[in-house]
């Protein structure tokens, strides 16, 4: 019996296989892989965005402080030049040495607030008789002067004083009237033909909405 051999197209390669299978193989392989890499690009999808916004609106409130010589009509002083003019008694204007005078006033919030206020104080004075005169504030119940309410917001300070006093009072609501009645005494150094100009200045700072 004759030895059959594999013809050209059929050479035997190590692993038993024919050669064209093997590259038949080969190319499916190659196919397959083509086939995967072009189903994957073919579901791949663009991403979607969506948006939530959330917003507020802001203002701001106001605050000021007004003052009143009679306690019914009350007007903003704090321009330059817009002090109240306080009404002393008549020994304000004939002081003699230990003399003493007194004048009323009232603070409240301008109707427009929509802040409570802390309120702190200071004098300024100028003339020859400042050396000689001292003053202290004490809160009362009404624009006569009648009751004092609490302590004295000061005590016998120089009207030269250059002191700042921090939260003398508080104004808590748009009702809130406080009435403030400051007394101005002469030393017994105090000359004849002497005069000052006293200046009581009041700073307001806002604390809590109402």
């Known amino acids: 019996m004759s030895e059959k051999y594999p013809t050209t197209d059929q050479t035997m390669t190590a692993d038993g296989t024919s050669a064209p299978r093997r590259r038949r193989r080969k190319l499916l392989a190659i ?9 994957g690009a073919a579901v791949t999808l663009a991403a979607w965005t969506d948006r ?24 903003d002083t704090s321009g330059a030049g817009d002090a109240l003019v306080l009404t002393f008694d ?10 003493t005078a007194s004048s009323v006033y009232a603070i409240r919030l301008d109707r427009s607030s929509t802040y409570s206020a802390s309120v702190s104080g200071a004098v300024e004075a100028t003339g020859s008789a400042a050396d000689n005169l001292s003053y202290s504030v004490q809160r009362v119940s009404d624009i006569s002067g009648g009751t004092p309410v609490g302590g004295a917001l000061v005590s016998a300070e120089p009207v030269t004083s250059t002191n700042v006093h921090e939260d003398m009072f508080s104004v808590s609501s748009l009702g809130d009237v406080v009435f403030l009645k400051v007394t101005v005494k002469a030393d017994s150094d105090l000359g004849q033909g002497e005069s000052a100009d006293v200046t009581w200045n009041l700073t307001g700072t806002s604390v809590d909405s109402l």
Request: charged share 20%; aromatic share 6%; net charge negative.
């Open 31 to 39: 196919t397959s892989g083509g086939i995967v890499l072009g189903i």
């Open 52 to 75: 939530e916004a959330a917003k507020g609106d802001f203002a701001s409130g106001s605050f000021a402080l007004e003052s009143s010589l009679d306690g019914a009509n009350f007007t």
């Open 90 to 99: 008549d020994m304000a204007e004939n002081l003699s040495p230990t003399d």
